[in-house]
């Protein structure tokens, strides 16, 4: 894992290598995907801040970012209160 460009980038063994019916290669030259998160590394945390082009697909759902479910049980908080002042809608 990396962050790049404040974009999460993946490197694993089992990473597809294109698009179904696609050409171009999902991996960069080192082997990393651009997942198309948007993420802030503080310390030894990864934070999710959004996705490039605003929208999150949160179990087959359309939702605008801060607006997620609470699947991780982890008491519903929003994940806007993570985001720099200048980050928050």
Known sequence: MKVE????????????SRYIGGTAPLADEDGFVNTGD?????GDRC????????INAVVLTAT???EFPD????????????????QKP
């Open 38 to 42: 948007m993420v802030e590394l503080r």
């Open 5 to 16: 460009d404040g974009s999460l980038r993946i490197r694993s063994p089992r990473t597809a």
């Open 64 to 66: 605008s970012p801060g």
């Open 71 to 86: 699947p991780c049980g982890c008491g519903g908080r929003n994940i806007e209160d993570d985001l720099p002042v200048s």
């Open 47 to 54: 934070i999710f801040t959004g996705r490039r082009g605003g």
